[in-house]
């Protein structure tokens, strides 16, 4: 403004003066709202037309609504952000519990260039009508983006193979891989890239199946040591008797029988890059002294050798065990436990973002459609929102399971709930969801299930729809996308529930 008023002629001041009078009534009668906060980020004015959006966000009136900082009453803005950098946020789209809206958000500045406020905008209040052929644009230019990523990472996943051509182990995942983008998800990834730029030991925790091996690929993968091996164990699935040969190795001549040009264990073969220990927990007492030893002085071993072999190997461990619990039962060391649980990342369980369900079904279907040769089913949204109802006691490898099943077993292209009820009782999943305690009525046990299946059906739809409001803020819009069905059919939903 202070340029733009040099260049006028003095006369011309306060003609500049009134054309920002009227733009700015302009702006407040022609948009569909308009508020304005000070640099404090305090709202100080609301004109008429957001009065209507004040019943969704919680206030009856403009009085009760103005003298709030904004990000407390209008979730997921961006004012903030404005009155901190000074720029501009000319187009966006906004959405929350009143709604998917178009805004705008412009600055207000001193003359000394200082900002000391901001105008807040709603240009349109349904883009979904307004905007349709830029929306149907953005949303095919995102399928193709997201199948270019889905393909990139596939790809990268087939060059990286477990060795290259020198013999040396290589991860396959990266956070591509991840599939997901419920809060829960980008959280676990977001910490797990801040982790990936640390060489300190990191701790993936939770149940089986919720992605701890792939994540522990990316975190490798992220980091650098990106170029060094991958190298894997699974403490669960080796012998006790040959888990310390396995970490340490064995000098040549050991013990009768063995090897005379002797065996490098896992410690050696992961020097330079990450080693990955799985199934941590159920480690035996007799190996995890030497195991903190190893991590504490950088040096192992080999069995039949007197002779200290230093490793640089980063490790990443993993347990779906409450290992709190164990230490406390005595049956894991304390010290190993805070040797490892320096970076610990909590994975979500699959029953704790419901909303990525479509996503991981559409890439786990073409991954399986990949290793078949034949084209994944299609499921209708029925069989979206059963599914989406389940407990997954598994996780995403149950829903896996679940779908090479449908893959198999229907002799249709198109999938409904019906097909996938069957596929459930056959495979027994719905026995293990109904008995989960979460699914059931509390107090009622078995009771829960001797009622007619079109009911529990309805529960189950109503848990999916549920989950898929709360996912998207209440945006019924947003939330039909998620569930793959149409916003009318979510509306008569809702209405039938209440």
């Known amino acids: 403004m202070p340029a733009l008023e040099s260049a006028l002629p003095p006369d011309a001041s306060s003609m500049l003066a009134l054309a920002a009078r009227s733009m700015f009534h302009l702006f407040s009668s022609m948009s569909q709202g308009m508020f304005l906060v000070d640099k404090a980020g305090t709202i100080v004015w609301v004109n008429e037309g957001y009065r209507r959006f ?28 404005v009155l901190e950098t000074g720029e501009p946020i000319l187009v966006d789209l906004l959405t929350n519990k009143a709604g998917t809206f178009v805004v705008s958000r412009i600055p207000l500045r001193e003359e000394d260039g200082r900002t000391i406020g901001a105008i807040g905008i709603v240009l349109f209040d349904q883009p979904e009508t307004t905007l349709k052929p830029l929306i149907e644009k953005f949303a095919l230019l995102q399928r193709d983006l997201d199948d270019a990523r889905r393909e990139l990472a596939s790809q990268r996943s087939r060059a990286l193979l477990h060795t290259d051509g020198s013999g040396q182990r290589r991860a396959k995942y990266t956070f591509a891989s991840f599939i997901g983008a ?85 410690f050696k073969l992961a020097d330079g890059g990450t080693l990955f220990l799985d199934e941590i927990g159920d480690m035996p007492a007799a190996l995890q002294a030497k195991l903190l030893r190893a991590l504490q002085e950088g040096e192992i071993e080999p069995l039949g050798s007197n002779r200290l072999v230093p490793f640089d190997a980063r490790v990443i461990a993993a347990t779906s065990r409450d290992l709190p619990t164990l230490v406390r039962q005595g049956r894991f060391r304390e010290d190993l436990y805070y040797r490892l649980n320096v970076l610990p990342l909590k994975l979500p369980p699959l029953r704790e973002r419901r909303g990525d369900i479509p996503a991981l079904v559409e890439a786990l279907s073409e991954d399986l459609a990949h290793r078949s040769g034949e084209a994944p089913p299609e499921l209708m949204p029925d069989a979206l929102a059963l599914l989406a109802g389940q407990y997954w006691r598994g996780n995403i490898r149950e829903l896996r399971n679940v779908l ?45 299930l001797l009622r007619p299946l079109a009911t529990q059906v309805a529960e189950l739809e109503g848990l999916a729809i549920a989950a898929a409001m709360a996912e998207t803020g209440g945006n019924k819009l947003a939330a039909a996308r998620l569930l793959g069905i149409s916003r009318a059919t979510l509306y008569g939903r809702l209405q039938g529930d209440t």
Do not use: C, W, Y
């Open 54 to 81: 004040l019943p969704a966000l919680g206030f009856s009136s403009i009085d009760e609504f103005q003298g709030h900082p904004v990000e407390e009453v209008i979730p997921n803005t961006l004012m903030r952000r």
């Open 404 to 448: 090479e099943q449908l893959a198999m077993r229907s002799d249709s292209q198109r999938v409904d709930a019906a097909e996938v009820r069957r596929v459930l009782a056959e495979t027994g999943v719905e026995a293990i969801a109904a008995a989960a305690p979460p699914p059931a009525p509390e107090g009622q046990g078995h009771a829960a």
């Open 182 to 266: 419920s809060p829960a998800a980008l959280e676990v990834k977001r910490h797990a890239r801040r982790a990936a730029q640390s060489s300190s030991p990191v701790l993936l925790l939770g149940e089986t199946g919720t992605g701890k091996e792939l994540l522990a690929h990316a975190i490798h993968l992220a980091s650098a040591r990106a170029r060094g091996p991958f190298v894997s164990l699974n403490i669960a699935a080796v012998p006790d008797t040959l888990l310390e040969a396995e970490f340490f190795g064995v000098s040549p001549g050991a013990f009768t029988g063995a090897d005379r040009r002797g065996r490098d264990g896992k």
